[in-house]
């Protein structure tokens, strides 16, 4: 059965690592992992380097870059007074070592995040707090957040439909939620297939496109006020990555170089070589709407619970 809309209109699209395969329904569109993997914490294991960062070299550098970015889009979205001290309260759910929220709190928010249990190290002290479990378990007050976010995370989650029911709780009535995703309707996803690094088997268990992720806000209760179909950050990478992988035969090359697990070298210098057509490429698929990163920024509607 489909888990957003309930449908048995189900067909099989790819094989998964394990035992596990691609489902796609044919009447929200959502492709999903069948079965879901038993140790998903153990998918976990590594994912982040010493002192919670991902990569080596000058990736860092971008990663910081991008997340003081997300700081200011959110300042944007909210319309929130600038350095004033006013507070509004955000929930950044999967903030990792929350270089967002830190951001946001030099900035007067009142910030606190989600992340599993070993997955935000370096935070203690830090100037937001940050519970640890999923946020179906956490309990948190209702209506107590202006703003909710998930940057690449929605699609990582066990029972996103849940999660869309407590978001919707501890929001408040007019509260926004942005929620971003790899867009599996996305050109560069066509393009390569099993190679398209945004994948990320097994630990993506959705695969969202604009038709199913807006499925699940509005049976959720959401509006939606507004779409992204371009990302910087993922769309751009998306094609890189994924190209260093089809011209190597073998995994994400340039990835794993990025990560300082030394292997790869040849195909992720060629694949930096590809990255003015990947530039290009990235902005015109967006500008159709298919874009392989997306971002669509949710409301809970004033006047509702
Ligand atoms: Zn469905």
């Known amino acids: ?57 000058g990736a860092e550098a971008l990663v910081r870059f991008f997340r003081v970015r997300r700081a200011r889009l959110i300042e944007r979205l909210s319309r929130a007074p600038r350095k004033t001290g006013k507070n509004l309260r955000i929930l950044d759910i999967g903030c990792g070592r929350g270089l967002m929220l830190a951001e946001l709190a030099s900035r007067g928010w009142e910030c606190y995040g989600t992340e599993l249990p070993g997955q935000a190290p370096g935070t203690s002290g830090a100037p937001f707090k940050v519970y640890e479990g999923r946020i179906s378990d956490l309990d948190l007050p209702s209506e107590f ?18 999660a869309l029911k407590e978001i919707r709780r501890i929001l408040k009535p007019g509260g926004l939620l942005v929620i971003s ?29 604009p038709r199913s992720l807006g499925c699940a806000l509005r049976e959720s209760g959401f509006s939606i006020a507004d779409w992204s179909h371009f990302s910087a950050e993922h769309g751009i990478s998306g094609i890189i990555l994924s190209f260093g992988a089809l011209i190597s035969g073998r995994g994400h090359d340039l990835f794993s170089t990025l990560r300082g697990e030394g292997k790869g070298f040849g195909a992720a210098a060629a694949s930096m070589a590809f990255a003015p057509v990947a530039i290009v ?21 004033a006047g509702t619970k």
């Open 145 to 162: 957040f202006d703003v909710v976010t998930l940057w690449h995370v929605f699609e990582h989650l066990r029972d996103p439909m849940r």
């Open 1 to 57: 059965m489909c888990p957003l809309c309930g449908s048995q209109n189900l067909s099989g699209r790819m094989d998964a690592p394990g035992a596990s395969r691609l489902l796609e329904c044919a009447d929200c569109g959502i492709v999903f992992l069948e079965p879901v993997p038993d140790d998903l914490p153990a998918l976990y294991e590594g994912y982040r380097r010493e002192g919670g960062k991902r990569f080596l070299y």
């Open 181 to 209: 995703v790899p867009n599996i309707g996305s050109l560069q996803a066509k393009l390569f297939g099993r190679r398209w690094i945004h994948l990320d088997l097994p630990r993506h268990l959705y695969h969202f496109s």
């Open 281 to 301: 490429f990235s902005v015109l698929e967006a500008l159709l709407k298919r874009g392989g990163g997306m971002t669509v920024l949710a409301v809970k509607p």
